[in-house]
């Protein structure tokens, strides 16, 4: 939170002090969302045997480049991105007992579909991709905890902001690769 207000004022003394930074800022405003490279949020519902996984990630962090792909080298890990995303049931463990199983994988990142337009400077511009999970869990008694093995997926990301909404309340916790462990 202290680091976000740090980051709140830099942000607020660009606009200030550069105008034209502020202007072309603007200009691209519904393309561009402030976000911070190695860092992913995570947003974990539990709801009786459903929980629900919302994963909002920088491109930079599971592709480690954010415009649609060029080249055959980039449209290949673009496959294997998705392809983790595909097998998420090995991106987060839910708690073993809970006997929980994958339903519904979403993931959405038009970046990598638009076309490049002549002249712009695609190195400029920021993107996120969005996902959804669904797990059904046949023990949700048990359900107490997440595993988030998404650093060893992709090495780019180094935290993760997470937020729990359960029937006994919310919590915020962030999780890096020595903690990676949610529990609630
Ligand atoms: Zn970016």
Redesign the pocket.
């Known amino acids: 939170m202290q680091l976000n207000l740090v980051l709140l004022a830099a942000l607020l003394v660009a606009a200030t002090t550069t105008p034209t930074f502020a202007q072309h800022d603007h200009d691209h405003a519904h393309h561009q969302h402030a976000?911070v490279?190695g860092v992913a949020k995570l947003d974990v519902a539990v709801d009786g045997g459903n929980l629900s996984l919302h994963l909002e990630s920088?491109?930079?962090g599971v592709l480690g480049f954010?415009h649609a792909p060029r080249s055959d080298k980039e449209r290949a890990t673009v496959a294997e991105m998705r392809k983790k995303f595909a097998d998420a049931g090995k991106l987060f463990a839910p708690t073993t007992a809970a006997q929980c199983r994958l339903k519904s994988v979403q993931v959405e990142a038009p970046s990598l579909d638009a076309k490049p337009v002549a002249g712009q400077k695609a190195a400029a511009e920021?993107?996120d991709l969005d996902a959804d999970f669904l797990f059904i869990c046949t023990q949700p008694a048990k359900l107490t905890g997440l595993d988030v093995r998404l650093f060893q997926a992709f090495p780019n990301l180094r935290r993760v902001e997470a937020q729990v909404v359960t029937g006994k309340g919310q919590k915020a916790v962030r999780l890096s690769s020595k903690m990676r462990f949610l529990s609630w």
Request: proline fraction near 12%; charge should be negative.
């Open positions: 976000h490279h920088p491109l930079e954010e920021h993107a």
